[in-house]
């Protein structure tokens, strides 16, 4: 890799440890993102098929307890009411969060690029935007935070859940198991988030790693 994939900065560097893994990472001085190189990807088709895999469902109990970790926070909010537009931003093969919300009385649409691609939601704003374990599947991700803040309304909320690494803060680093997960490309830091609230002018209201909600400045 020669540059990096969110801030577009060539001053990146391999994160060695990781190799023993068979797996190369780099890391963006610039923005902080740490990034699997290209040869690493799956395929699309390798890539949904392993989604397919996945038990997260609503019926799954423990599914939903998962859930609940950014659930909880967004839907505290006190700009949130049964009115407001709700997006889930990679929904899966089974919407289980989608399915709750309309459970407690919300409206929720959903995309997803493999299991509900229709573009019609991508056309609309939403108040409150709920991306649950996508961050990491994302191959571009300068082109996908546009478009997730493209798709906030004005004081608009975004809902994150994903883990960060710690590889600014380590000097000698074991394997990670967030990054094992092959379709887990990409991989933030508090300095990212801080590069993306500058880029996107975005307020940060709820940060308790894994789950971070940022409120749209425009």
Known sequence: MSYCPLCQSTQIQAVNSIKSNKLE?????????AFKSLKSHL????EQKRYLNHENHILS???REFLQQLLQPALELPQVSSQIEILDFGSGPHPALRDILQERGFR???????FSPARGPLEKQYDLIFCSEVAEHFRKPAQEWE??????KPSGHLAVMTQLHTYFDQKNLQPWWYANDPTHVSFYH??????LELKYNLSPVFTKAPVFIFRSLR
């Open 147 to 152: 478009t997730l803040c493209q798709l906030l």
């Open 61 to 63: 109990p423990g599914y």
């Open 108 to 114: 929720c649409e959903i995309y997803d690029p493999f």
């Open 190 to 195: 508090e300095k990212t988030w801080r590069w």
């Open 43 to 46: 395929t699309p088709e390798e």
């Open 25 to 33: 990472i780099f890391l963006c001085d610039c923005c902080g993102l």
